[in-house]
């Protein structure tokens, strides 16, 4: 039984196999390359690349190595994230913060209005409509961080002011996937059911920022140099 094995069993790939996992690593970074060069979104490349080796291309990739790559995408995206929020500047972002409200706000109420408006032509229901506007609302922080990078707009005033409105919209985003989720699962709809999420969101975005500026005024004042440089936080 394949529980009770000790080691994962060797078995050497075939032809096809390499040629297939070959391709799927090194053209990304040719075409990448390329289209940066070009429009400034080699990003663009990964992604009908992944579409084309995988599903619902043409299915070259297994699904084990689907689920692996995903996982390591996914932890790629937590670090472009990363990169990308402590290189911000907090100056420029609270000199364009009201621009970048407006600028989030756009992404989440258009949709939703949208989705409503739509939504009697097709017989959609109130709830099936609001999960469809929470379902196209801007949540590309990745993206934006990868495009403002290779095109060196990060710096500037729109990058500041997209790459904010973008940390907004996934933030209100992921709080309106957990609410459909919530109200999806067969529960009936209730106050709850909508505040939870919301209050534990904007708990954890009060908290963790008072948390960390109480530990950084802890930290002794010959220090106080190396977390400004790596965070941009003026104590």
């Given at each position: ?8 069993a ?16 090194l053209?990304?970074?040719?075409l ?21 080796w995988?599903?619902?291309?043409a ?10 790559i ?5 932890l ?6 990363f ?6 500047s ?11 409200i ?18 009697p032509?097709i ?8 999960a ?8 590309s922080l990745?993206?934006?961080f ?6 060196g707009l ?44 919301v ?37």
């Amino acid at each position: 039984m394949a529980g009770t094995d000790s080691s994962l069993a060797y078995h050497e790939p075939s032809v096809i196999t390499i040629v297939i996992i070959s391709g799927f690593i090194l053209l990304p970074n040719g075409l990448n390359y390329c289209l940066d060069k070009l429009v400034y979104c080699g990003l663009l490349a990964q992604v009908f690349l992944g579409i084309a080796w995988g599903t619902p291309g043409a299915k070259w990739l297994s699904e084990e190595l689907e689920h692996a790559i995903v996982q390591l995408g996914y932890l790629g995206l937590i670090l472009i994230v990363f990169e990308g929020g402590v290189s911000t500047s907090f100056k420029s972002l609270k000199a364009n913060l009201l621009l970048s409200i407006g600028v989030a706000i756009t992404g989440i109420i258009v949709p939703i209005s949208l989705s409503f408006t739509l939504g009697p032509i097709i017989g959609a229901s109130p709830l099936q409509a609001f999960a469809a506007g929470a379902a196209l609302c801007a949540t590309s922080l990745g993206t934006t961080f990868t495009v403002l990078g290779t095109s060196g707009l990060s710096a500037t005033r729109m990058g500041v002011v997209l790459t904010s409105a973008a940390m907004m919209d996934d933030v209100v985003g992921l709080i309106m996937v957990q609410v459909v989720s919530n109200l999806g699962g067969g529960s009936k709809f209730s106050a709850v059911t909508v505040i939870r999420p919301v209050s534990v969101s904007l708990g954890f975005m009060t908290l963790v920022p008072a948390v960390w500026i109480e530990l950084l005024s802890r930290i002794p004042r010959q220090l106080r140099p190396i977390f400004k440089s790596f965070g941009q936080i003026h104590l």
